[in-house]
């Protein structure tokens, strides 16, 4: 099992920045992507951003591509999301989540096996 633990939401202003961290506890070893996810009220959960655990390699939505950025440290086991020049429609409940396998899509919420309770962002306008 996996556990997954967010941290760092909060409310801020357009244009402002948050950093989400995610600390990931269990049997790590064994989810080589881990990713991340948002929900807004009334919508369906949407990717946001993955990456490796061993090369590091990342992908990103194209709505948050060169304002969010994705990093992991292996030596702590967390994964973190840094997001810059936020908007009001980055609102939503962030979680994020771990999948055992590496191949397939990274970008699809049901390849992903372990989920955290998520944080809520609110950027106000």
């Known amino acids: 099992q996996v556990q997954l633990v967010e941290s760092g939401g909060g409310l801020v202003q357009a244009g402002g920045s948050l950093r989400l961290s995610c600390a990931a506890s269990?049997?790590?070893?064994?989810?080589?992507?881990m990713g991340w996810f948002r929900q807004a009220p009334g919508k369906e959960r949407e990717f946001v951003s993955a990456?490796?655990?061993?090369?590091?390699?990342?992908i990103y939505a194209d709505s948050v591509k060169g304002r969010f950025t994705i990093s992991r440290d292996n030596d702590k086991n967390t994964v973190s999301l840094q997001m810059n020049s936020l908007k009001p429609e980055d609102t939503a409940v962030y979680y994020c989540?771990?999948?055992?396998?590496?191949?397939?899509?990274?970008?699809?919420?049901?390849?992903?096996?372990?989920w955290g309770q998520g944080t809520q962002v609110t950027v106000s306008s």
């Open positions: 269990g049997r790590t070893f064994s989810n080589p992507v």
């Open positions: 989540a771990a999948r055992r396998r590496y191949g397939g899509n990274w970008r699809a919420v049901y390849e992903y096996d372990y």
């Open positions: 990456i490796d655990w061993s090369a590091g390699t990342t």
